[in-house]
């Protein structure tokens, strides 16, 4: 065994750890918001499940994702749906999240696999799904229970909605810029070095890959900013929250994934968790 694998196999317990912060009380919430909700709004929680179900399928018959990975994406799909009614919901900047993925991950897979950095071909599992989608639910599912019990304006308002529109970004940004930056090429440095490395090294960054991720970023943004109607500040909030999670998330890889601190879920997870943080606490500052 290599020591990559090694390290993988010994930081198993983060991705298990992620699966137990998000997909346990996600799995919690939704079937009690749909009770909740359902006598009222009996329409609303059939297209939520049905929506979920339907993307589930999806990704499953894409290979995008393994089972696994399917249902905790329909699960995420369904907390971020129940978010906001109607159709200016969250579900948009989801679906272009979901899409770009899918174009990403099939471009170049020849030299994907030939440099030996491709994405196996049964797809995402569960812990992957969760770490690029379970900040986003979390935040979903904190800002319908608070509006529901609570009257926080801090937790309920403005800000959840563009804290969860920066998690999708910085996914869709690290996702294109891990997928495109190999097969575009350019020479990947250190983030923290400015070293030349392999391509596919841990932390490392390239011109091509940045421009894609920053590419991502706005494109998830400008859909989100249509569907929950943000304004050009806001909006340019996400955005900059999105590319700050992407650098994040470079640097986490340079200094803790290859010192095997940290494994590839345990960094997709903080980066998009940063990417949230930031574009909350920006905007609660504002």
Known sequence: MSLGNQSSTSLQWQSETLLLLAVVPITAAVPFECLLFAPAFPW???????????LALLVLKSRAATPGGALCG???????????PGWHTPF?????????????????RCRKEALGVAEARHGRNAAQV?????VAGLVAVARRLTWAFFSYPALNGQALRLALA??????AADTLSSELGEVLGGEPRMLTTFR???????????????LAGVTAAIIVSA????????NFPQVALVVCAAVAGLFVDSWLGA???????????????????????????AYRIG
């Open 130 to 134: 969760t770490a690029n989608l379970g």
């Open 92 to 108: 948009w900047p989801l679906l272009t999240l979901l899409l770009l993925t899918l174009a990403a991950t099939r471009f170049g």
């Open 255 to 281: 200094v803790c994934e290859r010192r095997g601190w940290l494994n590839n879920d345990a960094v997709n997870f903080l980066s998009t968790l940063a990417a949230a943080l930031i574009a909350y606490f």
């Open 74 to 84: 329909g699960l995420f799909t369904a907390a971020i749906l129940l978010v906001t």
């Open 44 to 54: 609303l929680i059939v297209r939520v499940l049905g929506l979920g179900a339907l």
């Open 223 to 230: 859909v989100a900013a249509v569907a929950l109607r943000f």
């Open 166 to 171: 920066a998690a999708l970004a910085e996914a």
């Open 196 to 210: 030349r490395v392999p391509a596919g090294t841990d932390g490392a960054i390239s011109l091509a890959g940045t």
